[in-house]
């Protein structure tokens, strides 16, 4: 089936380079970040901001527009809002601008939080749902940070490490070493004697030289002090502006939550009034419009079960980014990328990996940005001149 979609989108943009949309995660919030938007085109942005209140029964557009950074910035509400105004940009894109997605996209993803608009944009998810999804999500993730905040007496949080582009590797396995994890990814291979609330584990490999540690800050402390003093590395370690240890063994009660959404009781047996009832409550949508790439395996998602199995896992699970990236540059040969949302911090990560070949930008290609209204132009001037353009 997967197989079949992939064909049927990529025979529609048959002329042109492959092209993907990205969305970003969480960190990139700040208050107004829809205002500049609303000013612009406040015919579809007004009405989407009203529907999200609506959907949520949170004033959440105010919290978007006036703050104050505190609410704004709490889990429950930064991830909401982010998904929120990314998926505003697209609509303001597909409304004002008459960008057809499903005909000038090829493959969507999403940086961990931003898989949800990405699942969206690629037609498995409906908006609503999704963000009542994110939305009580955040709520859970929030409770498992206070909870493990009072429990253990230590701050949670998250560290970037940035090292060499050629000790990455050498890096993770000293990790695993210190850990006693014999995974990349899995976070079911970490030491079942260890409690999550003492666990460190690696939350993202966003590139060639950054990963992101998550769990007590205690403890990922004394992980560098042995990395520095017994494992032969000196990585720059960066505090992020989080209190929650996303992607950790801490989360799970947010994965356990999101399985039950994802899989509503009542499916499976019945008759004909049965089987109407399921459909309603089912929340996935299989195959979507183009392929979407999973947070948890960096290759697109091939079936209904599996999408299901994997969101709720982002939870928990590492976020290969670096090797998504890896996988739509080198095997799916995407050469356009353009990224929606707020902030800058997925462009980048992005840029720096397929941007450039040496000292040359990628033929018939490119990495646009749209988190501002002025962004949107040289976007749509960069896919009018690349549109024909042949590429490796």
Known sequence: MQQQQQQRMASSNASSPRTALFFPGQGVQRVGMANDWLAAFPGTARPFLDETDEILRVPLSKIISE??????????????????????????????????????????????????AALVAGGYLRYDDALKMVRTRGEVMAKCSRQACREGGSEYGM????????????????????LGSASTGSKQDAADEVPPIQQVLIANINSKNQLVLSGSIERINTLLTHLR???????????????????????????????????PKGSGSGGSKEKEKEREKEVVAFPGKM???????????????????????????????????????????????????????????????????????????????????????????GLKDTDNARTE
């Not at 910035?73 to 940009?89: G, H, K, L, R």
């Not at 494992?231 to 960066?238: C, K, L, Q, S, W």
């Not at 199995?309 to 890896?326: H, N, Q």
């Open 67 to 116: 703050g104050p950074n505190s609410t704004l910035t709490a889990t429950e509400n930064s991830q909401p809002a982010i998904m929120a105004t990314s998926v505003m940009i697209l609509r303001i894109l597909e409304n004002e601008f008459g960008f057809k997605t499903a005909d000038r996209v090829d493959v969507t993803l999403g940086h961990s939080l931003g898989e949800f």
């Open 159 to 178: 560290v970037a490490l940035v090292c060499e582009p050629d000790r990455l590797e050498n890096l993770i396995e000293a990790i695993h070493e210190f």
């Open 229 to 263: 003093q017994f494992a032969g590395h000196d990585p720059r370690a960066v505090r992020l502006h989080s209190d929650s240890p996303f992607h950790s063994p801490l989360m799970k009660p947010a994965a356990d939550v999101m399985r039950k959404i994802l899989n």
């Open 291 to 381: 392929p979407c790439i999973s947070n948890v395996t960096a290759r697109p998602f091939r079936s209904k079960e599996e999408l299901k199995d994997l969101l709720a896992r982002s939870c928990v699970e590492t976020v290969l980014w670096w090797d998504s990236i890896k996988y739509l540059d080198q095997e799916d040969k995407v050469r356009r990328w353009i990224g929606i949302g707020p902030g800058k911090v997925g462009r980048n990560l992005v840029g720096k990996e397929v941007g450039m070949r040496g000292k040359d930008t990628v033929k018939g290609g490119g990495v646009w940005g749209i988190s501002h209204p002025r962004d949107i132009d040289e976007m749509l001037k």
